[in-house]
């Protein structure tokens, strides 16, 4: 129990904090005035904020936070006159403030008063010229007026001042590089690694800001061959060589010390087998194939990288050869000769299955043959490898649509569909199945199914399957249950289509047109027919149901892309480049808001050459 005789004293106590309670919890008039001013500053009101920053800094000039208010605020205007007396005054009662001096000179540069800026560079650098920091402060403000000769010379002072070859090289190889000076640049960066390889990255990351020039690139290469010529043992130098002359474009040079490197490190092939890998990666198929080539004459099969080089051997003929424009049945063929080699020198090995997916591609794509596609991927199906396994099961149903066997391929789509596969591609793999299957629903004439299943299928936005199924679902809603015979012909079109029986499709779509003239799948059902007419190489006639998709459905969605398309047949098919630029011209002068105008303006003036 609290003694009475405390009750007196604990009231009394009591009574006083609530008595200065209020007062403690007021503000200053000079806080309310600091954050009226960080106020005016956050809202991008530098002139308020400026003129209340000085106002407090008058009444409390040794005040750090009032003066940084000053500072930012009168440089954010550029008001330098203004802010140097300020800075002056600062100087005499802080006169070894290394910040508060460099920055004094730069204002005294800023107003025009250059040779004092100098004199107060360099007593600042007097105050302690054995401290890094004094560079570096001094330095960053001559950089920001641009006064970069004399940054380098501050740099190089304190590098002469403090030691060490690489004192200040960040800072130097980056106003070399400003300036100009690339090979200065890069051997700055050079002495860095001659110091420790570990900063290989660093380098490249410092050098990348030099490369993206042809001058840059040739004065870093310039310096880098000569480092790594002086001492061909170092790794690192013909690591960051290689590098620059895969930056510089020359595949010729970076391959030659990917030799080198493979022998100095004594890799096995390892550094040249990367290298033909990075270029594969990276669409140089050419280069690939070369140092591919170089990596087989080499080493047998005794290497454990002898058939992944193999494989990506011949990935890279084949990427070559579909990029050039496939079209050659005999080389084709080749390349399903060299996955086959790879299926039988490791018929349970990890790549196996990836070759049986190329194989099947080919025989399906290039060789005309889906049965001996739908063998190939039964084999597939039949091996450990799961990864090859979801894109082959995607592959089967598509080659079973295109064969005719829809229920089949249904089949074969839910159980893609449903599969609970992982990995990176797995959920892509799987969106894809459900489109497939939503199409057969299409093609088949189930309607509604089809209408579930394309729903579904928009409920993950950022599935790249969304879009596709987003079209479909327009055809239907606007069509099923309105137009269904004419649906119905268009869905059989569309499936003949797919199944590359052009003559069907073209009769089913002219009878989508006479059924439904009016309605929203006719101007689909003339686009369809004339691609299929040009699949049957009738150029003319495609360019004649184009033009007629133009003048029956002028305002339809897809009149713009036909009329595009018709100038694309004119101009490459017909030779005809004066219509052609009459109907570009037609396609500028009808829909100027079309996104194929930029296009259309640049053939026009290709047409006209270049007038």
């Given at each position: 129990?609290?003694?009475?005789?405390?009750y007196?004293?604990?009231?009394?106590?009591?009574?006083?904090?609530?008595?200065?309670?209020?007062?403690?919890?007021?503000?200053?008039?000079?806080?309310?005035?600091?954050?009226?001013?960080?106020?005016?500053?956050?809202?991008?009101?530098?002139?308020?904020?400026?003129r209340v920053?000085?106002?407090?800094?008058?009444?409390?000039?040794?005040?750090?936070?009032?003066?940084?208010?000053?500072?930012?605020?009168?440089?954010?205007?550029?008001?330098f006159?203004?802010?140097?007396?300020?800075?002056?005054?600062r100087?005499?009662?802080?006169?070894?403030?290394?910040?508060?001096?460099?920055?004094?000179?730069?204002?005294l540069?800023?107003?025009?008063?250059?040779?004092?800026a100098?004199?107060?560079?360099?007593?600042?650098l007097?105050?302690?010229?054995?401290?890094p920091?004094?560079?570096?402060?001094?330095g960053?403000?001559?950089?920001?007026?641009?006064?970069?000769?004399?940054?380098?010379?501050?740099?190089?002072?304190?590098?002469?001042?403090?030691?060490?070859?690489?004192?200040?090289?960040?800072?130097?190889?980056?106003?070399?590089?400003?300036?100009?000076?690339?090979?200065?640049?890069?051997?700055?960066?050079?002495?860095?690694?001659?110091e420790?390889?570990?900063?290989?990255?660093?380098?490249?990351?410092?050098?990348?800001?030099?490369?993206?020039t042809?001058?840059?690139?040739?004065?870093?290469?310039t310096?880098?061959?000569?480092?790594?010529?002086?001492?061909?043992?170092?790794?690192?130098?013909?690591?960051?060589?290689?590098?620059?002359?895969?930056?510089?474009?020359?595949?010729?040079?970076?391959?030659?010390?990917?030799?080198?490197?493979?022998?100095?490190?004594?890799?096995?092939?390892?550094?040249?087998?990367?290298?033909?890998?990075?270029?594969?990666?990276?669409?140089?198929?050419?280069?690939?194939?070369?140092?591919?080539?170089?990596?087989?004459?080499?080493?047998?099969?005794?290497?454990?990288?002898?058939?992944?080089?193999?494989?990506?051997y011949?990935?890279?003929?084949?990427?070559?050869?579909?990029?050039?424009?496939?079209?050659?049945?005999?080389?084709?063929?080749?390349?399903?000769?060299?996955?086959?080699?790879?299926?039988?020198?490791?018929?349970?090995?990890?790549?196996?299955?990836?070759?049986?997916?190329?194989?099947?591609?080919?025989?399906?794509?290039?060789?005309?043959q889906?049965?001996?596609?739908?063998?190939?991927?039964?084999?597939?199906?039949?091996?450990?490898?799961?990864?090859?396994?979801?894109?082959?099961?995607?592959?089967?149903?598509?080659l079973l649509?295109?064969?005719?066997?829809?229920?089949?391929a249904?089949d074969?789509?839910l159980?893609?569909?449903?599969?609970?596969?992982?990995?990176?591609?797995?959920?892509?793999?799987?969106?894809?199945?459900?489109?497939?299957?939503?199409?057969?629903?299409?093609?088949?004439?189930?309607?509604?199914?089809?209408?579930?299943?394309?729903?579904?299928?928009?409920?993950?936005?950022?599935?790249?399957a969304?879009?596709?199924a987003?079209?479909?679902?327009?055809?239907?809603?606007?069509?099923?249950?309105?137009?269904?015979?004419?649906l119905?012909?268009?869905a059989?079109?569309?499936?003949?289509?797919?199944q590359?029986?052009?003559?069907?499709?073209?009769?089913?779509?002219?009878?989508?047109?006479?059924?439904?003239?009016?309605?929203?799948?006719?101007?689909?059902?003339l686009?369809?027919?004339?691609?299929?007419q040009?699949?049957l190489?009738?150029?003319?006639?495609?360019?004649?149901?184009?033009?007629?998709?133009?003048?029956?459905?002028?305002?339809?969605?897809?009149?713009?892309?036909?009329?595009?398309?018709?100038?694309?047949?004119?101009?490459?098919?017909?030779?005809?480049?004066?219509?052609?630029?009459?109907l570009?011209?037609?396609?500028?002068?009808?829909?100027?808001?079309?996104?194929?105008?930029?296009?259309?303006?640049?053939?026009?003036?290709?047409?006209?050459?270049?007038?």
């Open positions: 129990m609290t003694p009475k005789s405390t007196p004293l604990l009231v009394v106590a009591a009574m006083l904090s609530v008595a200065t309670a209020p007062l403690r919890a007021q503000p200053s008039e000079e806080d309310r005035r600091y954050k009226l001013a960080q106020g005016y500053e956050e809202s991008g009101d530098w002139k308020n904020a400026a920053y000085l106002e407090l800094h008058e009444a409390d000039p040794q005040s750090n936070i009032y003066f940084e208010g000053v500072r930012r605020t009168l440089m954010a205007m550029l008001q006159k203004e802010l140097l007396p300020i800075v002056a005054q100087t005499e009662s802080h006169p070894n403030d290394i910040d508060i001096r460099a920055l004094h000179a730069q204002l540069h800023r107003t025009g008063q250059r040779d004092q100098r004199i107060e560079w360099a007593k600042t007097d105050l302690r010229p054995q401290d920091m004094t560079y570096l402060v001094v960053q403000s001559q950089t920001d007026v641009r006064e970069f000769a004399l940054a380098v010379a501050t740099y190089k002072q304190g590098r002469e001042a403090i030691g060490g070859t690489s004192t200040f090289a960040d800072q130097l190889a980056e106003l070399f590089g400003i300036t100009g000076r690339f090979e200065d640049a890069a051997q700055e960066y050079l002495q860095l690694l001659a420790n390889p570990a900063r290989l990255s660093m380098v490249m990351g410092g050098l990348s800001t030099i490369t993206s042809p001058e840059g690139v040739r004065g870093a290469i310096v880098a061959k000569r480092y790594a010529d002086s001492r061909p043992d170092y790794v690192p130098y013909m690591e960051l060589l290689s590098w620059l002359y895969t930056e510089a474009g020359d595949d010729d040079g970076a391959f030659e010390v990917a030799k080198q490197l493979d022998e100095a490190r004594h890799a096995n092939g390892s550094n040249i087998y990367s290298f033909a890998d990075r270029a594969f990666r990276t669409s140089r198929y050419q280069t690939a194939i070369r140092a591919l080539e170089y990596f087989l004459a080499q080493f047998n099969r005794s290497n454990p990288l002898y058939l992944s080089a193999l494989y990506t011949a990935r890279a003929l084949d990427a070559r050869y579909h990029e050039v424009g496939a079209g050659d049945p005999k080389q084709a063929a080749e390349l399903v000769g060299r996955y086959r080699t790879i299926v039988a020198e490791t018929p349970n090995g990890p790549l196996v299955g990836e070759a049986l997916l190329q194989i099947a591609r080919l025989q399906s794509n290039d060789l005309g889906p049965e001996a596609a739908l063998a190939t991927l039964k084999e597939l199906l039949a091996t450990r490898n799961t990864s090859a396994k979801a894109e082959g099961l995607l592959l089967e149903g598509e649509m295109q064969t005719g066997k829809l229920k089949e249904q074969v789509f159980q893609g569909r449903d599969a609970g596969s992982v990995g990176r591609d797995a959920e892509r793999l799987r969106d894809l199945h459900a489109l497939r299957y939503a199409e057969s629903l299409f093609y088949s004439g189930q309607f509604q199914p089809a209408v579930e299943a394309f729903t579904q299928l928009t409920q993950n936005t950022k599935s790249d969304t879009n596709d987003l079209d479909y679902l327009l055809i239907l809603q606007e069509n099923f249950e309105k137009n269904d015979e004419a119905k012909l268009f059989e079109g569309s499936y003949a289509v797919l590359k029986h052009y003559p069907q499709a073209i009769t089913a779509m002219d009878a989508v047109v006479a059924k439904a003239p009016q309605s929203t799948i006719a101007d689909d059902a686009l369809i027919r004339s691609r299929s040009e699949s190489g009738d150029s003319t006639g495609a360019l004649q149901t184009l033009l007629q998709l133009v003048a029956r459905y002028p305002d339809g969605a897809l009149a713009d892309r036909a009329l595009f398309r018709a100038a694309q047949l004119t101009e490459q098919a017909l030779r005809d480049p004066q219509k052609a630029a009459e570009y011209t037609r396609l500028l002068n009808d829909y100027p808001r079309s996104r194929w105008v930029v296009q259309a303006r640049a053939k026009i003036r290709a047409l006209r050459g270049g007038s």
